[in-house]
């Protein structure tokens, strides 16, 4: 075996351990996935029925409340757990593992890349666990291809906020700000995503900041998918998504191999 394949082969190790280990502590940590996962319901049942009568803007009349809601509430969870991937690199930090892994013989960019696939699936395996939760509400998705382009936009939206986390993260050597910072950035982006009702309804200067908002075309392209019924082009929308989540993941890589082994 060459030097150069014993060097992929070592690399293709570490990005399978670091997604295997996220597995792994996601189906043990069952307590944690049934707190991720009753918040989002909670918020589907109690928004879905008790706006279910209430007419939001731009929204159509054929398209009931809970149908608007569901992706929204599917970009929402997306946002919040892989955002704490970043976390979970801090309480690494803070247990000695990320020192482990980092003076380990393989690049910087195959730990980032075990992290991001580790997050990215974990994720949204909570998401669809949600989906399913909404069907008995009464949630139809209009066809398997739009399940499936909605989990192409589900992928790009983990892909695009891990990546942001992993950027926040290398900037903190502790837990406690990033969580302050995360905990203050994480409702503004989803308020201004569009999630909970049609960003038009909001005045013009925040609207603005809302169109800067990369979840804002994440959940716009899940609505497109899921019920049909999109504010922009779902080509729009995927490519405003793709740009975002190469942008974030190419930060995050590049502020995380500045990170050091102590």
Known sequence: MTDSSARLTREAVAVYGLWKRDLVRFWRAK????????????????????????????????????DYLVPGILGFTMLFSAS???????????????????????????????RIAGGATTTMLQALLILALAVPLG?????????????????????????????????????????????FALF??????????PLSNLPLPIQVVGYLNPLTYGVDGLRGALVGYSERALVLDLGAMVVAAVVTVALGAALFRRVEAV
């Open 139 to 183: 949630f139809r998705p209009r066809s398997l291809v739009g399940v499936a382009l909605a989990v192409v936009f589900l992928v790009l939206i983990a892909a695009t906020f891990i990546g942001l986390g992993l950027a926040m993260a290398s900037q903190f050597k502790d837990t406690q700000g990033y969580n302050l910072i995360i905990n």
């Open 31 to 66: 307590s944690r996935v049934v707190g991720l996962l009753l918040g989002p319901f909670f918020i589907l049942v109690f928004f879905g029925f008790g706006f279910s009568d209430a007419r939001f803007g731009s929204i159509p009349s054929s398209l009931s409340y809970l």
């Open 84 to 114: 704490f991937t970043g976390l979970a690199v801090l309480s690494d930090r803070e247990v000695g593992f990320l020192k482990e892994i980092l003076v380990a013989p393989v690049s910087r960019t195959a730990v980032v890349v075990g």
């Open 188 to 197: 503004p982006l989803a308020f201004l995503s569009g999630a909970f009702y």
